[in-house]
T-cell receptor, first 112, second 112 residues
Framework: EPEVTQTPSHQVTQMGQEVILRCVPI?????FYWYRQILGQKVEFLVS????????KSEIFDDQFSVERPDGSNFTLKIRSTKLEDSAMYFC??????????FGSGTQLSVL | DQQVKQNSPSLSVQEGRISILNCDYT??????FLWYKKYPAEGPTFLIS?????DKNEDGRFTVFLNKSAKHLSLHIVPSQPGDSAVYFC???????????FGKGTRLSVIA
């Protein structure tokens, strides 16, 4: 069964460093999302991407964040200068039809 | 601003009994509701959904009930099994392409 894959599963970085989180969505899906979950809190929407552009973003998704679909298969989330509060589990999701998204297993980002 | 609320952080149920997980929402624009199940170190997995035009949707052991006037939905699992032990997230969306808004989750423990 096709699935959303995310790499790496864990990423440790120093505050102020750039990180790139990678996702390979399901191949025939058209809508792509990044969510994150800070430990003990709810899953929060970051950004949605459709037709090679951002379709919606939350207040969390500030200028430090960017997304790209560089080659038609990968979908990346870049954080330019990480902060301690960026430590979270980051989930990529994709969908083809309305409503239901398939989620990846997540990347646990730890900013020291 | 909690548009989707799951007020019970945890629930313990005996194997074979019914598990009832509750969710309330505040945004009357929501017209589609989903339940996701999450195991540790994995991404959320879609479980069941319901459109606002219905008040019940059933899939095997899982039934979701929607009470629009009360802005309340519930997930019933019967009979509960130890493998159902996980965190259950309620999520809501509207107009097809908007991102999911999640609750904080309820940790279900099914005791053998």
């Amino acid at each position: 069964e096709p699935e959303v894959t995310q790499t790496p599963s864990h990423q440790v970085t120093q505050m102020g460093q750039e990180v790139i989180l990678r996702c390979v969505p399901i191949s025939n899906h058209l809508y792509f999302y990044w969510y994150r979950q800070i430990l003990g809190q709810k899953v929060e929407f970051l950004v949605s991407f459709y037709n090679n552009e951002i379709s919606e973003k939350s207040e969390i998704f500030d200028d430090q964040f960017s997304v790209e679909r560089p080659d038609g298969s990968n979908f990346t989330l870049k954080i330019r200068s990480t902060k301690l509060e960026d430590s979270a589990m980051y989930f990529c999701a994709s969908r083809s039809g309305p409503r239901v998204g398939d989620f990846g297993s997540g990347t646990q980002l730890s900013v020291l | 601003d909690q548009q989707v609320k799951q007020n019970s952080p945890s629930l313990s149920v005996q194997e074979g009994r019914i598990s009832i997980l509750n969710c309330d929402y505040t945004n009357s624009m929501f017209d589609y509701f989903l339940w996701y199940k999450k195991y540790p170190a994995e991404g959320p997995t879609f479980l069941i959904s319901i459109s606002s035009i219905k008040d019940k949707n059933e899939d095997g052991r899982f039934t979701v009930f929607l009470n629009k006037s009360a802005k309340h939905l519930s997930l019933h699992i019967v009979p509960s099994q130890p493998g159902d032990s996980a965190v259950y997230f309620c999520a809501a969306t509207y107009s097809g392409n908007t991102p999911l808004v999640f609750g904080k989750g309820t940790r279900l423990s099914v005791i053998a």
